[in-house]
């Protein structure tokens, strides 16, 4: 019993210390969240029967190791996982390409021969400066006869020819396996970056097998090396059109691994990274904080800055569609499956793509589709004297838009960027198209109807502006024009809006507005006018 008992030990510790089993695992899907990427690789190796110690090659370089799932055939026992980045053996194999070896060692051996032409070509011109030198002793020497001078010369010349003969041929050489050399350069720049990446992460499994052969092993885990976000590129033809919109995503890894043919999922969710089995809670509704933008009656305190893409809130009264609303999709859009939840949104994508570990951003085509909109213009003289073109989307949440960056093109010109943000609490999506300078907008203090009187003890100011808007466009359009008058915050002070030319006044804003129509060529001009009152002992320093 002791004998069998030893022989079984011994047998035991013999198949622990075999060599490991190396096979290098290809990433087949990836799924990539906002802030990390689950990532599927298979492996495949011939598994002799026993306990055998497995190196899977080719992880990711950084992974949550309790995310790490293994999938093998049944005859297999995965007896533990552990993941390296330092993975030191004497037993690792050279992971270099055999095709970038071979380019290396051709790049080696013709800087050699370049190394021996560049030192035999250094002998022979030793050489010639030698015998420079010695032709020169020699001629100084009186004691030579004629006979031996002639001898000497006739050495000198055939000897010099035959080293610069020499030398010539060693240039031409060397001129040769320079060409050479920069040829294997380049071939080893193309392959290198052709090749693809193969990272320094390992996994090390300690499996049991009963059935020998070739075995496939399936992997998965959760990194947070990779991200990805919603990019747009807008475009509208005119005043009429629908805007077709290409939605993109902008996908950036350094896993370590370059994802050849793989196939995508991006998810606006959080990758789930806790094995406890979840539970459900009761769930209750809040009301959400407004934004300021998102009030229609105080868009006029709207810096030009927000102006240029922070208008989403805006709401603009009888809008009208131009058109039935209705998504239409393109080829590219077969392509993609979306699927929505309650938590997230997440885009299947059939066609395989190609990410490189290199942290840079690639761009992937997600949907192309059409959205009905509504067109109106947008005016704060008092902040900008220029038009902003707003295009209106009702009912927009059946689009499973995310909350990006978008380029705006608009009549065949590029006219700059804006931000889609769905998260609002409006039935109608405002997306600001740029600005149009073919609406020209003034606004100009009338100095002869405003000024400064002085009564007793109070000082009375009037401001007096006239705006003028003109549509230099072959077609009508519609502008909503707002200004304001200061409101009063102290019982001494008073402010009297004189004249509005019929605006809708909000008294307790100061906000007005006016929907504006105008025709072609068409100009409009507005008169405001407001008188405040206060003690002149007292300065206001925001009038």
Known sequence: MKKILFFLLFFQAMAYAQKPIFTTAKVKNATVYFNGAELS???????????????????????????????????????????????????????????????????ELVQKDIAKIQVEKGSYNKTIELLDRNQQVSGANSGLNVTELMKMVEYYKTKRSELSNSIALLVEKETKQNEKLQKLRNKLEFDTKNEEKISSGKLILQVMNTVAG??????????????????????????????????????TQNSGIDWKKVKLTLSSGVPNQNNQAPLLNPWFLNYAY?????????????????????????????AKIIQKEEMEQSS??????????????????????DILSNGKMHSVTLKEMKLPATYKYFAVPKADKEAFLLAEISDYSKYNLLQGEANIVFEGM??????????????????????????????????????????????????????????????????????????????????????????????????????????????????????????????????
């Open 290 to 318: 407004q934004n300021d933008y998102e009030n229609d009656e105080k868009l006029a305190e709207v810096s030009v800055s927000s102006l240029k893409g922070k208008v989403s809130g805006l709401q603009i009264a009888n």
């Open 332 to 353: 590219i859009s077969n392509y993609t499956n979306v699927l929505e939840n309650q938590l997230n949104t997440s885009f299947d994508i059939d066609i395989p793509y």
């Open 41 to 107: 690789q298979s492996a495949s190796l011939n598994l002799p029967a026993g306990n055998s110690e497995i190196v899977i090659k080719n992880v990711a370089v950084s992974l949550n190791e309790s995310t790490i799932q293994i999938g093998a055939p049944s005859s297999v026992t995965v007896m533990s996982v552990q993941f390296t980045n330092n993975y030191i053996s004497e037993y690792e194999i050279d992971e270099n390409s055999p095709a970038i070896k071979k380019v290396r060692d051709s790049i």
């Open 214 to 251: 070739n075995t496939p092993i399936d992997i998965s885990y959760i990194t947070n090396t990779a991200t990805w976000r919603p990019f747009y590129d807008l475009r509208a033809e005119n005043l009429t059109s629908s805007i077709n919109m290409m939605y993109k995503a902008q996908v």
């Open 414 to 543: 590029y006219v700059g960027k804006t931000q889609i943000n769905p998260n609002q609490t409006s039935d109608t999506l405002s997306l600001s198209m740029g600005r149009d300078k073919k609406i020209a907008i003034s606004r100009e203090k009338i100095v002869d109807k405003s000024g400064t009187k002085f009564l007793s003890s109070y000082k009375e100011q009037t401001f007096t502006y006239d705006i003028v808007v003109k549509n230099n466009k072959k077609e009508s359009v519609q502008i909503l024009l707002k200004d304001q008058y200061p409101i009063s915050t102290d019982k001494e002070m008073t402010v009297e809006l004189l004249q509005s030319d019929k605006a809708k006044v909000n008294a307790e804003t100061g906000i007005l507005s006016w929907d504006l129509k105008l025709s072609p060529n068409e100009t409009k001009k507005i008169r405001i006018s407001y008188k405040v009152k206060h003690p002149k002992d007292k300065t206001i320093d925001n009038l």
